[in-house]
């Protein structure tokens, strides 16, 4: 089933809805999956609508407040796996955010039901080239970094 949403645009059930986008990251326009929490009835919540819009409205400074906690991240994990003392060629040093652009790909923004959590609830996944299994993904609360881990992190 397809739907038009005034807000989200076109959108298909496959459990929960999906469309696809082109959005600006990092100066590159960049085509992501856009996934809406809900049933196959294609009524969103208001709040579902608030968060995008609002993440829409300050996307232009959220992708780069978003590239700091990321790197965080990678330098821990990669401090956890051991790959800062024992070479790993998935896990090179990487130590500014700007070779970290060069190791992440912006593919989708993830909308979940508005009662899961309190506040503009956002997921945002990536691939990333040091783990291409579980990938990268970001929880934002009122567009601000909540937790950044695997992508089911985004979901």
Known sequence: MTINDKVFGELDYQYTW??????KFLGKDTKIALLIGGEDDGQFEEGQYVAYNSLMEKW?????????PILNYYKQKR????????????YPLIETVNQLIEHITLVGISVPYD???DG???GVSF???????NGLGIRLINEKVEDVGYQDVAI
């Open 115 to 117: 009662f899961l959590r």
């Open 18 to 23: 999906v469309g696809y986008r082109t959005i």
């Open 79 to 90: 401090h956890e796996l051991g790959y800062d003392v024992a070479y790993n060629e998935n």
């Open 127 to 133: 691939d990333c080239s040091w783990d291409e299994e």
């Open 120 to 122: 503009r609830d956002i």
């Open 60 to 68: 232009d400074k959220i992708q780069y407040n978003i590239l700091e």
